[in-house]
């Protein structure tokens, strides 16, 4: 039955990792600003693992119209000691860590079952962490969402990662990334890429033709501008602390940057909003003018309470939400190359860019000290991402995609000839 746009309404089974509640990462917030449309266009079935003390969270999921299929599993936190253990044990794996890390022999039973049971009309893989729960089932047309270049990142921080021992490491993992995420592409009918540079690098490093990118979106309805707010002198910083590009773009800004601001500004402060937070970050708060959050219930206070949003990010990937928030709340933003990476902004006009300490520590004091400047800043972002990339807007551009995948791609996928490859699950478990 055709939904009221006319379109056809499509069966989907969307594999994700975790419930999207609460929205504090922004893997979760993409998924949700695309999912709360697409729920109410289609019936969307919603598979994933449930962690301890999730249950009460249900409910949200629920209300946004999926019908939710979660499966008890646990990730150990970063820097654990499990976490740490099952690091080592990766070593004589010939997949990347972050794969095995996430696999789940029960969630792949789940999703066996549900295609088995039910007709669905597409199947969407969100990470190609999440791909090994479904390469070499019977699946009807699949999408694989990909949220950055995941090579690309393991790149970067070898690159960037102190100590030889580390670099090596670093560069290990990024090798393994890079021949499976490769690998991915032939299992999968289409690609979705977060912005049309990350489409161009799978294109140019793995060769595939079956990828489209969409925008990045913004809730534009939760994030609202509150210049009354707004505390002379205060900069923050917004983004998950257990990600390892905030903690070394962190690191980076507390050691190079923020000495030069707090020299010239002494009345400066400097607020990082993000949940779990390492110790080397919580120790950060330590240092003049710094304050560290850790979690917080709504993240909007703390941006209407910034004079001066940054980015000052060295390593990531795919498109950064946060800077789409803080501008969608009319923040100024400064914001390194890698920060503000495949975002269609303008520096100079949406935010201020800068990849040196001395330019970003200039630019800080700048919007500082001149508010006309930072207020028409602000005032520009945000009515640029208000009429461009509101989640509905965007969840439409998803949504045709899936259409024509639906539309076109093979009517089964035992249609496709079987691939024998190291990608597909051994029936022994991995340990998360």
């Known amino acids: 039955m055709p939904d009221s746009s006319g379109q056809p309404r499509l069966k989907i089974l969307f594999l994700h990792k975790q419930i999207l509640f609460p929205r504090d990462t922004g893997g979760k917030i993409r998924v949700l600003n695309l999912l709360k449309h697409l729920a109410r266009w289609h019936d969307v079935t919603y598979v994933c693992n449930l962690r301890r003390g999730e249950e ?172 009354a707010r707004e505390r002379e002198g205060q900069v923050m910083f917004l983004g998950s602390m257990d990600w390892l590009p905030n903690q070394d773009g962190m690191r980076w800004f507390c050691d190079e940057v923020w000495p030069r601001v707090i020299a010239r500004r002494p009345d400066a402060r400097f607020r990082i909003v993000g949940r779990n937070p390492p110790p080397a970050i919580q120790a950060l708060a330590q240092r003049p003018g710094i304050e560290v959050t850790g979690s917080v219930p709504d993240v909007r206070p703390h941006l209407a309470d910034a004079a001066v949003v940054v980015v000052p990010l060295l390593v990531g990937g795919g498109t950064r939400l946060k800077i789409y928030e803080a501008m969608a709340m009319a923040r100024a933003t400064v914001s ?50 208000r009429a461009h990339y509101s989640s509905e807007t965007i969840a439409r551009q998803f949504e045709a995609i899936c259409l024509g995948v639906a539309a076109r791609a093979p009517g089964h996928a035992a249609a496709r000839p079987a691939r024998a490859s190291t990608l597909i699950p051994s029936s022994e478990p991995v340990k998360p």
Not at 70 to 82: D, N, Q
Not at 152 to 158: E, F, K, N, P, V
Not at 201 to 214: L, M
Not at 353 to 364: G, S, Y
Request: aromatic share 8%; net charge negative; with cysteine.
């Open 56 to 227: 009460a969270l249900l409910p949200q999921m629920e209300a946004l119209g999926l019908k939710v299929e979660a499966v008890p599993g646990e990730a150990s936190p970063h820097g654990s000691p499990r976490f740490l253990a099952s690091a080592v044990a990766n070593l004589a794996s010939s997949r990347p860590y972050a794969i095995d890390r996430n696999y789940d022999p029960a969630l792949r039973r789940r999703i066996e079952a549900l295609v088995a049971r039910e007709r669905f009309d597409l199947v969407i893989c969100d990470t190609v962490q999440m791909a090994r729960h479904t390469i070499g089932l019977d699946l009807p047309p699949t999408i694989l969402f990909q949220h950055n270049v995941e090579a690309q990142i393991l790149q970067r921080h070898a690159e960037v990662s102190r100590g030889a021992a580390m670099r090596a490491y670093m560069f290990n993992q990024y090798r393994r990334m890079a021949a499976f995420e490769g690998g991915c592409g032939r299992h999968f009918d289409h690609v979705i890429a977060v912005s049309r540079q990350d489409a161009d690098i799978f294109r140019d490093r793995y060769g595939w033709q079956h990828v489209d990118p969409i925008d990045t979106a913004v809730d534009t309805d939760f994030f609202q501008p509150d210049p």
């Open 336 to 385: 390194t190359t890698i920060g503000a990476e495949g975002l269609p902004v303008e520096p100079g006009t949406h935010f201020l860019q800068a990849d040196t300490p001395e330019r970003f520590a200039d630019d800080i004091l700048r919007l500082l000290d001149d508010a006309p400047l930072r207020h028409r800043i602000g005032d520009a972002a945000d009515a640029f991402v």
